[in-house]
Protein backbone atom coordinates (compact mmCIF):
# COMPACT_ATOMS: atom_id res chain seq x y z
CA UNK A 1 0.00 0.00 0.00
CA UNK A 2 1.18 3.12 -0.28
CA UNK A 3 2.51 5.37 2.62
CA UNK A 4 0.22 8.17 4.23
CA UNK A 5 1.98 10.86 3.75
CA UNK A 6 0.91 14.13 1.89
CA UNK A 7 -0.16 13.56 -1.50
CA UNK A 8 2.03 10.75 -2.48
CA UNK A 9 2.94 10.35 -5.66
CA UNK A 10 2.48 6.94 -7.55
CA UNK A 11 5.98 5.01 -6.25
CA UNK A 12 6.23 2.58 -3.49
CA UNK A 13 9.67 2.21 -1.27
CA UNK A 14 14.40 -1.08 1.86
CA UNK A 15 16.69 -2.05 2.46
CA UNK A 16 17.27 -4.75 0.47
CA UNK A 17 18.60 -3.06 -2.62
CA UNK A 18 19.33 -5.20 -6.32
CA UNK A 19 22.04 -4.60 -8.83
CA UNK A 20 19.89 -2.97 -11.52
CA UNK A 21 21.43 -2.28 -14.55
CA UNK A 22 20.33 1.71 -15.83
CA UNK A 23 21.53 0.87 -18.97
CA UNK A 24 24.07 3.18 -21.06
CA UNK A 25 25.46 6.85 -19.68
CA UNK A 26 24.89 8.52 -23.56
CA UNK A 27 21.70 7.94 -25.92
CA UNK A 28 21.57 4.73 -28.44
CA UNK A 29 20.86 5.81 -31.71
CA UNK A 30 19.63 2.54 -32.82
CA UNK A 31 17.87 2.10 -29.47
CA UNK A 32 14.34 0.73 -28.83
CA UNK A 33 12.65 3.88 -29.12
CA UNK A 34 15.14 5.39 -31.52
CA UNK A 35 12.83 7.86 -33.32
CA UNK A 36 10.20 7.94 -31.45
CA UNK A 37 8.09 10.40 -29.24
CA UNK A 38 7.04 10.01 -26.04
CA UNK A 39 4.90 11.86 -23.41
CA UNK A 40 5.39 11.39 -19.78
CA UNK A 41 3.74 12.49 -16.93
CA UNK A 42 4.42 12.52 -13.27
CA UNK A 43 7.65 12.71 -14.71
CA UNK A 44 9.72 14.94 -11.91
CA UNK A 45 10.11 11.98 -9.56
CA UNK A 46 10.11 8.00 -8.97
CA UNK A 47 8.87 5.85 -11.69
CA UNK A 48 8.24 8.99 -14.10
CA UNK A 49 12.18 10.46 -13.74
CA UNK A 50 13.36 7.06 -13.74
CA UNK A 51 11.46 5.98 -17.05
CA UNK A 52 12.02 9.71 -18.73
CA UNK A 53 16.08 8.97 -18.49
CA UNK A 54 15.61 5.03 -19.53
CA UNK A 55 13.44 6.29 -22.76
CA UNK A 56 16.61 9.39 -23.28
CA UNK A 57 19.14 6.35 -23.54
CA UNK A 58 16.74 4.48 -25.89
CA UNK A 59 16.82 6.88 -28.08
CA UNK A 60 13.16 8.61 -27.36
CA UNK A 61 12.52 12.55 -27.70
CA UNK A 62 10.49 13.34 -24.84
CA UNK A 63 7.90 15.52 -23.42
CA UNK A 64 8.09 15.57 -19.45
CA UNK A 65 4.91 16.59 -17.95
CA UNK A 66 4.82 17.43 -14.12
CA UNK A 67 3.29 20.45 -11.57
CA UNK A 68 6.08 20.64 -9.99
CA UNK A 69 8.35 22.75 -12.19
CA UNK A 70 11.72 22.63 -9.90
CA UNK A 71 12.47 19.07 -10.22
CA UNK A 72 10.28 19.01 -13.82
CA UNK A 73 12.65 20.88 -14.97
CA UNK A 74 15.88 18.80 -13.52
CA UNK A 75 14.58 15.81 -15.13
CA UNK A 76 14.79 17.51 -18.65
CA UNK A 77 18.01 18.63 -18.15
CA UNK A 78 19.59 15.61 -16.82
CA UNK A 79 17.72 14.20 -20.04
CA UNK A 80 19.61 16.41 -22.21
CA UNK A 81 22.79 16.04 -20.73
CA UNK A 82 22.44 12.32 -21.68
CA UNK A 83 22.30 13.76 -25.76
CA UNK A 84 19.00 13.57 -25.66
CA UNK A 85 15.67 15.95 -26.90
CA UNK A 86 13.56 17.05 -24.03
CA UNK A 87 10.60 19.97 -22.87
CA UNK A 88 9.13 20.13 -20.09
CA UNK A 89 5.68 21.40 -19.88
CA UNK A 90 3.33 22.42 -16.57
CA UNK A 91 0.31 20.32 -16.61
CA UNK A 92 -2.46 19.59 -14.32
CA UNK A 93 -3.79 16.31 -15.64
CA UNK A 94 -7.01 16.81 -13.48
CA UNK A 95 -7.71 19.51 -16.12
CA UNK A 96 -8.96 18.68 -19.49
CA UNK A 97 -7.24 21.70 -20.99
CA UNK A 98 -3.96 20.97 -19.33
CA UNK A 99 -3.92 17.80 -21.19
CA UNK A 100 -4.88 18.97 -24.39
CA UNK A 101 -2.07 21.53 -24.30
CA UNK A 102 0.38 19.09 -23.39
CA UNK A 103 -0.05 17.04 -26.48
CA UNK A 104 -0.92 20.09 -28.38
CA UNK A 105 2.83 20.61 -27.83
CA UNK A 106 3.99 17.58 -28.31
CA UNK A 107 2.92 17.46 -31.83
CA UNK A 108 4.14 21.15 -32.40
CA UNK A 109 7.50 20.59 -30.73
CA UNK A 110 8.04 16.98 -32.81
CA UNK A 111 6.03 16.91 -35.58
CA UNK A 112 4.61 13.78 -33.66
CA UNK A 113 3.26 11.69 -30.69
CA UNK A 114 3.98 7.81 -30.37
CA UNK A 115 4.12 7.01 -27.19
CA UNK A 116 1.93 7.85 -24.28
CA UNK A 117 2.59 7.03 -20.31
CA UNK A 118 -0.14 8.19 -17.98
CA UNK A 119 1.77 8.05 -15.20
CA UNK A 120 1.01 10.94 -12.64
CA UNK A 121 -1.02 10.04 -9.41
CA UNK A 122 -1.53 10.89 -5.88
CA UNK A 123 -2.57 8.78 -2.60
CA UNK A 124 -4.25 11.42 -0.15
CA UNK A 125 -2.57 10.96 3.73
CA UNK A 126 -6.39 10.82 4.36
CA UNK A 127 -7.24 8.51 2.12
CA UNK A 128 -8.39 5.26 4.48
CA UNK A 129 -11.85 3.57 4.77
CA UNK A 130 -15.49 4.32 3.21
CA UNK A 131 -16.31 5.08 6.37
CA UNK A 132 -13.66 7.93 7.49
CA UNK A 133 -12.86 8.99 3.83
CA UNK A 134 -14.19 12.56 3.14
CA UNK A 135 -15.62 13.76 -0.29
CA UNK A 136 -12.99 15.81 -0.97
CA UNK A 137 -10.27 12.98 -1.01
CA UNK A 138 -12.55 10.60 -2.65
CA UNK A 139 -13.24 13.83 -5.54
CA UNK A 140 -9.27 14.72 -5.87
CA UNK A 141 -7.93 11.26 -5.92
CA UNK A 142 -10.81 10.43 -8.94
CA UNK A 143 -9.92 13.66 -10.36
CA UNK A 144 -5.95 13.15 -10.84
CA UNK A 145 -5.92 9.44 -11.05
CA UNK A 146 -8.71 8.78 -13.06
CA UNK A 147 -10.26 11.51 -14.68
CA UNK A 148 -6.29 12.57 -15.43
CA UNK A 149 -5.44 9.16 -17.27
CA UNK A 150 -9.13 9.82 -19.23
CA UNK A 151 -7.77 13.26 -20.81
CA UNK A 152 -4.32 11.75 -21.43
CA UNK A 153 -6.35 8.78 -23.48
CA UNK A 154 -8.59 11.66 -24.68
CA UNK A 155 -6.18 13.84 -26.28
CA UNK A 156 -3.22 11.60 -27.33
CA UNK A 157 -5.56 8.95 -29.24
CA UNK A 158 -6.09 11.21 -32.54
CA UNK A 159 -2.62 11.87 -32.06
CA UNK A 160 -1.72 8.43 -32.44
CA UNK A 161 -3.74 7.79 -35.20
CA UNK A 162 -2.06 10.77 -37.09
CA UNK A 163 1.28 8.98 -36.21
CA UNK A 164 -0.05 5.55 -37.71
CA UNK A 165 -0.36 4.03 -34.46
CA UNK A 166 1.58 4.00 -31.17
CA UNK A 167 1.12 2.60 -27.33
CA UNK A 168 -0.27 4.08 -24.23
CA UNK A 169 0.64 3.06 -21.56
CA UNK A 170 -1.36 4.01 -17.58
CA UNK A 171 -0.02 3.50 -14.37
CA UNK A 172 -2.89 1.47 -12.57
CA UNK A 173 -1.55 -0.66 -9.19
CA UNK A 174 -1.31 -3.98 -7.96
CA UNK A 175 -3.98 -2.87 -5.06
CA UNK A 176 -6.29 -3.12 -8.17
CA UNK A 177 -5.67 -6.87 -7.84
CA UNK A 178 -5.88 -7.31 -4.41
CA UNK A 179 -7.48 -5.87 -1.09
CA UNK A 180 -5.67 -4.64 2.24
CA UNK A 181 -6.58 -4.28 6.17
CA UNK A 182 -4.25 -1.31 5.84
CA UNK A 183 -7.27 0.99 3.55
CA UNK A 184 -6.47 3.79 1.07
CA UNK A 185 -10.21 3.25 -0.63
CA UNK A 186 -9.93 5.70 -2.99
CA UNK A 187 -6.92 5.19 -4.25
CA UNK A 188 -7.83 1.51 -4.76
CA UNK A 189 -11.08 2.38 -6.55
CA UNK A 190 -9.55 4.40 -8.86
CA UNK A 191 -6.39 1.96 -9.90
CA UNK A 192 -9.34 -0.38 -10.82
CA UNK A 193 -10.98 1.94 -12.46
CA UNK A 194 -7.58 2.55 -14.71
CA UNK A 195 -7.77 -1.23 -15.36
CA UNK A 196 -11.14 -1.33 -16.77
CA UNK A 197 -10.57 1.91 -18.70
CA UNK A 198 -7.40 0.45 -20.10
CA UNK A 199 -9.31 -2.70 -21.28
CA UNK A 200 -11.75 -0.66 -23.00
CA UNK A 201 -9.93 1.29 -24.76
CA UNK A 202 -7.42 -1.42 -25.85
CA UNK A 203 -10.02 -3.36 -27.58
CA UNK A 204 -11.74 0.07 -29.30
CA UNK A 205 -8.30 0.91 -30.76
CA UNK A 206 -7.01 -2.47 -31.68
CA UNK A 207 -7.12 -2.50 -34.95
CA UNK A 208 -5.70 1.18 -35.50
CA UNK A 209 -2.19 -0.15 -34.36
CA UNK A 210 -2.81 1.82 -30.95
CA UNK A 211 -2.16 -0.29 -27.79
CA UNK A 212 -3.24 0.59 -24.63
CA UNK A 213 -1.95 -1.72 -21.18
CA UNK A 214 -1.77 -1.08 -17.77
CA UNK A 215 1.04 -1.09 -15.93
CA UNK A 216 0.66 -2.58 -11.82
CA UNK A 217 4.02 -1.48 -10.09
CA UNK A 218 3.97 -3.99 -6.56
CA UNK A 219 5.60 -2.09 -3.49
CA UNK A 220 8.41 -0.23 -4.16
CA UNK A 221 11.32 1.33 -2.00
CA UNK A 222 11.31 4.80 -2.03
CA UNK A 223 11.77 7.51 0.44
CA UNK A 224 8.55 8.88 0.96
CA UNK A 225 7.60 5.19 2.31
CA UNK A 226 11.01 4.15 4.18
CA UNK A 227 10.08 7.70 6.21
CA UNK A 228 6.79 5.79 7.08
CA UNK A 229 7.56 2.42 7.37
CA UNK A 230 10.28 3.35 10.02
CA UNK A 231 10.35 0.43 11.94
CA UNK A 232 11.75 -3.20 11.34
CA UNK A 233 8.70 -4.00 12.33
CA UNK A 234 6.25 -1.90 9.55
CA UNK A 235 8.67 -3.36 6.34
CA UNK A 236 7.95 -6.68 7.43
CA UNK A 237 4.66 -6.20 7.92
CA UNK A 238 4.35 -5.48 4.11
CA UNK A 239 7.33 -7.88 2.81
CA UNK A 240 6.06 -10.94 4.18
CA UNK A 241 3.42 -10.95 1.39
CA UNK A 242 6.13 -10.52 -1.46
CA UNK A 243 7.87 -13.76 -2.46
CA UNK A 244 11.28 -12.05 -3.42
CA UNK A 245 11.70 -10.83 0.02
CA UNK A 246 12.20 -6.94 -0.91
CA UNK A 247 10.78 -3.96 -2.24
CA UNK A 248 11.13 -3.05 -5.79
CA UNK A 249 13.11 -0.45 -7.34
CA UNK A 250 11.63 2.13 -9.91
CA UNK A 251 14.46 1.53 -12.29
CA UNK A 252 12.81 -2.26 -12.17
CA UNK A 253 8.92 -0.21 -13.16
CA UNK A 254 10.89 1.43 -15.72
CA UNK A 255 12.09 -1.11 -17.46
CA UNK A 256 8.64 -2.65 -17.82
CA UNK A 257 7.65 0.69 -18.99
CA UNK A 258 9.80 0.88 -21.81
CA UNK A 259 9.21 -2.77 -22.57
CA UNK A 260 5.38 -1.70 -23.10
CA UNK A 261 6.50 1.28 -25.27
CA UNK A 262 8.55 -1.15 -27.79
CA UNK A 263 7.88 -2.78 -30.57
CA UNK A 264 8.90 -6.11 -28.48
CA UNK A 265 5.31 -6.02 -27.00
CA UNK A 266 3.88 -5.25 -30.76
CA UNK A 267 1.26 -8.04 -29.81
CA UNK A 268 0.66 -6.92 -26.60
CA UNK A 269 -2.25 -4.68 -25.29
CA UNK A 270 -5.02 -4.74 -22.88
CA UNK A 271 -2.96 -6.14 -20.15
CA UNK A 272 -2.95 -5.78 -16.43
CA UNK A 273 1.48 -6.00 -16.75
CA UNK A 274 2.05 -7.16 -13.00
CA UNK A 275 5.56 -5.89 -12.48
CA UNK A 276 5.42 -6.61 -8.61
CA UNK A 277 8.12 -9.07 -6.85
CA UNK A 278 5.10 -12.31 -6.95
CA UNK A 279 2.82 -10.22 -4.18
CA UNK A 280 -0.20 -10.91 -6.42
CA UNK A 281 0.50 -14.40 -7.19
CA UNK A 282 1.14 -14.97 -3.58
CA UNK A 283 -0.50 -17.25 -0.83
CA UNK A 284 1.87 -18.68 1.64
CA UNK A 285 5.26 -16.99 1.11
CA UNK A 286 8.84 -18.60 1.83
CA UNK A 287 10.16 -18.27 4.77
Not at 87 to 107: F, G, P, R, W
Amino acid sequence: MLAKTNLLRSSFSCKIVPKINRGFSEVKNNGRLAGKVALITGASSGIGKETSLLFAREGANLVLVDIDDKRGNEVAQAVKDLGAKAIYVHADVSKLKDSENMVAIAEKEYGKLNIVFNNAGISHADDDNAVTTTEDVWDMTMNINVKGVFAGCKYAIPALQRAGGGSIINTASFVAILGAATPQIAYTASKGAVLSMTRELAVIHARENIRVNALCPGPLRTELLMKYLNTDEKKNRRLVHVPMGRFGEATEIANGVLFLASDESSFVTGSTFLVDGGITAAYVTPL
